[in-house]
């Protein structure tokens, strides 16, 4: 920049990484972007365990440090390319920043400078964008309107699949305080739900501690064991299955289909595509669960069109692994009928504009969305002000315990209590009907 130019104070005045850790102990990326009006912004990327395979590449250094997993190659790539591309940019110009960095990296998945680079990059810009004007992410995201909304919390209570040494095969046994009748309420159920389930799982003696998102590991005999279990929960703690505490499950169906075929290893059997389905079309049946994810993997997309068609209209049918949080991968699956809502991960698309892109292309087919954290997190919050800012209906982010993930109900909070002028702080009642009898 010349001197004597009058700087605008959005402007990007430097970009830096550093390397911090995760969750579960693994090196990633954080960035920090300094603007010309002094205001920082920062970010961390977060990790999954159970990927698509469509997702944007996190760029680890391989070699024997740290299992391989170390992220020195985009720590070095935000330091030096990518700062000097970013630099003079306008914060607040976020499709352009994203853009430049999206055409640098110059591969389709983000593989050459790292889409943990790339997305905390991206995240830090908005961060900074936001506190040089002295406004929440979430209004800086959502502009100027006065409608904004909490997200319904989806809370795990059981980790399974990658999450939990496979000790049953569906990944994610979750509650959604459909009943509930503001944010606050919802973690206080949630919270009741979680300590019941944590006293009837010691008492039957199959407590094993817990799983990767904080929710508890499970001992459990089959996959229908554990959903007994949660019902339980809810009523023990003493709220009513379905009309005010409901079940969602991440299948995670990836993670054990191979060649159309997907081994139960809980239920000791193996069953294709259809027996599948028929087998979670009978939990739907049987527990009042209003949401399910992954119900086929990823490479099933017209069983799940199958799927969606039979379950479609009782439940939401979410599409993670399949979707990838990528705007024409949901355009494809509306166009054959897979899913009817999308799970929103900033890291599966690389960058902000990308994830934004993909939860248009959900609400242009008519779908629910989810904003979603990853297995692997950290202190880091943007993505509850995306779900704020972006107004999507609700935030999964593991379970009601550990740090990563309560930073993140906590900073639902703090927002909560700035909407609280504006009445009922939830998404209409009505968004789980059938959740309500
Ligand atoms: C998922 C997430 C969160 P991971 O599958 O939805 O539960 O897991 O981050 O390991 O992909
Ligand atoms: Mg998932």
Redesign the pocket.
């Known amino acids: 920049m010349d001197q004597g130019t009058i700087r605008m104070s959005t402007e990007i005045a430097s970009v830096s990484g550093r390397r911090v850790w995760d969750s579960r102990g693994r090196p990633t990326v954080e960035t920090e972007v300094r603007l010309a009006g002094g205001a920082v912004g920062r970010a961390i990327a977060p990790a ?4 698509g395979s469509a997702e944007a590449v996190d760029k680890r250094d391989g070699g024997t440090a740290f299992g391989g997993l170390d992220v020195m190659q985009a720590v070095a790539a935000v330091n030096a390319e990518i700062a000097n591309t970013l630099r003079d940019r306008d914060a607040c110009d976020q499709a352009g920043a994203d853009q430049a960095m999206i055409e640098l990296d110059g591969t389709p998945n983000k593989s050459r400078l790292g889409g943990n680079a790339l997305v905390a990059t991206s995240m830090a810009i908005a961060h900074a964008a936001a506190n040089q004007q002295g406004v929440p992410l979430w209004r800086h995201l959502g502009g100027k309107r006065d409608d904004f909304k909490l997200p319904l919390p989806e809370i795990q209570i059981f980790g399974g699949g ?2 939990a040494g496979r000790r049953v095969d569906v ?2 046994f979750m509650v959604i305080a459909v009943g509930a009748g503001s944010y606050e309420q919802s973690l206080e159920w949630t919270a009741e739900v979680y300590r019941a389930a944590g006293r009837i799982m010691q008492d039957a003696g199959l407590m094993r501690g817990v799983a990767d ?1 904080g929710g508890f590991w499970p001992a459990f005999d089959s996959n229908e064991q554990a959903l007994d279990f949660l019902v339980r929960a809810i009523e023990k703690a003493g709220y009513a299955p379905g009309s005010e505490i409901a079940i969602s499950l ?1 299948i ?1 169906a990836t993670d054990f289909g191979r060649n159309g075929q997907y081994r139960l290893s809980a239920d000791r059997k193996t069953v294709d595509a259809d027996g599948l389905s028929e087998l979670l079309l009978g939990w739907l049946d049987r527990y009042p669960i209003v949401a399910i ?2 119900p086929l993997g990823e490479d099933d997309g017209e069983a799940l069109a199958r799927f969606t068609a039979a379950a479609g209209s009782k439940v939401e049918v979410i599409g ?2 399949f979707l990838c949080t990528t705007a024409s991968r949901i355009e494809a699956a509306a166009d054959i009928g897979a899913c009817n809502a999308a ?1 929103i991960k900033p890291n599966q698309a690389g960058t902000l504009s990308e994830t934004k892109a993909a939860l248009d292309a959900a609400r242009a087919a008519g779908w629910a969305s989810i904003v ?5 997190e950290t202190e880091d919050v943007t993505i509850v002000h995306l779900a704020v800012g972006w107004g999507v209906k609700q935030l ?1 982010v ?1 379970s009601f315990a550990r740090s990563e993930r309560m930073a993140k109900w906590n900073e639902g909070l703090r927002i909560a209590e700035r909407l609280s002028h504006s009445g009922g702080n939830l998404p209409a009642r009505d968004s789980f009907p059938w959740g309500r009898k």
């Open positions: 999954g365990a159970s990927t990658a999450h990944q994610d998102e991440d995670a994810e992954d993670d692994d799970l979603s954290a990853r297995s692997g999964k593991g």
